[in-house]
């Protein structure tokens, strides 16, 4: 059976396996976009646009540090700032890409992200913290 330590653990790496592909694949969009005349400007458009909006990724951030204060204040052991935010920064972009990514496809784009950026980020700060 699974424990708390081992699924949070997991959860990590995968997030931030899933930030790192998500940041390559942009680089990669990025670079050919450039290298087909494209200014700075209409690469951060379409970072902000179709990637991942930096407010997006700091508001999943706050919403699992938010978490994790939450699950410390119940009794568990909360880290300290400096381990929980390069954790929930991939989650943090995993969650910007979903909901620039499939907010605007769906029929309930609230749904995806409130789900994304709030409930997401929530569970696995809540799950990072020791109990």
Avoid: Q
């Avoid at 690469?43 to 407010?55: K, T």
């Avoid at 699950?71 to 700032?81: E, F, H, Q, S």
């Avoid at 605007?104 to 789900?115: A, I, M, S, T, Y």
Wanted: hydrophobic share 55%.
């Amino acid at each position: 059976m699974m424990t708390m330590a081992t699924a949070a653990s997991v959860l990590r790496w995968g997030f931030l396996v899933a930030g790192v592909c998500v940041l390559i694949a942009f680089s990669v969009t990025a670079v050919r976009r450039w290298r087909a005349g494209s200014r700075f400007g209409e690469l951060a458009d379409v970072m902000e646009r179709e990637w991942f909006s930096a407010g997006k990724v700091f508001f999943a951030v706050l919403a699992g540090a938010a978490g994790s204060w939450a699950a410390a204040y119940v009794g568990g052991t909360r880290g300290p700032l400096t381990e929980t935010v390069p954790i929930l920064f991939p989650l943090g972009l995993v969650a910007a890409f979903v909901v620039c990514r499939y907010a605007g496809r769906g029929d309930n784009p609230l749904r995806v992200k409130v789900l994304a950026l709030l409930l997401a980020p929530l569970a696995l700060g809540t799950v990072m913290t020791g109990w």
